[in-house]
């Protein structure tokens, strides 16, 4: 099987299959990106080697204790990120459930112009969550 495979990955295999996929897309440079990273692909997986494909180094096993900090900070940044994402999804999706037009209600929607309380709200919250991430990243680096 091996050795099929390897065959596949073959030059001339790949020059003839790399001019039908470029034709079959029509644009330029598609033909030979898809091509050869078919071709790559197919050679990695063929490679008779017994030399491991990818790095041992791991982002979520640090081995130093500086590691471990930035570890821990990636980890906080990333609380704070999903918790942002999963806060404007709910209240998107809440948006679109409870404000979406109506059969047959063609009024417009009472306009709201000037609410100091919104306002205040999404301007100083943005900026704690900065000051909590710079505080955050600062302890870091200096402890580093």
């Given amino acids: 099987m091996l050795d099929s495979l ?7 295999f790949f020059r003839t299959r790399n001019l039908q ?15 050869a990273g078919v071709c790559a692909g ?3 997986i063929a490679s008779p080697t017994s030399e491991p494909m990818f790095s041992q180094t791991q982002i979520f096993a640090p081995d130093s204790p ?7 900070l990636s980890l906080f940044v990333l609380a704070i990120t999903g918790a942002i994402f ?6 998107l999706a809440y948006a679109l459930v409870k404000f979406r037009a109506r059969p047959g209600d063609d009024s ?21 969550i900065i000051v909590v991430l ?5 302890r ?4 580093v």
């Fill in 108 to 128: 417009e929607p009472p306009q709201v112009f000037g609410s100091t309380q919104i306002e205040l709200a999404w301007t100083i919250i943005p900026v704690l």
């Fill in 86 to 91: 999963l806060g404007v999804t709910v209240l």
């Fill in 42 to 44: 197919l050679r990695a």
């Fill in 140 to 143: 870091v680096i200096f402890a």
């Fill in 134 to 138: 710079f505080l955050g990243t600062a």
């Fill in 21 to 35: 996929v470029f034709m079959a897309f029509g644009a330029f440079g598609i033909g030979e990106l898809t091509g």
């Fill in 6 to 12: 390897t065959s596949i990955t073959s030059a001339k």
């Fill in 66 to 72: 500086p590691a471990h900090a930035v570890f821990g």
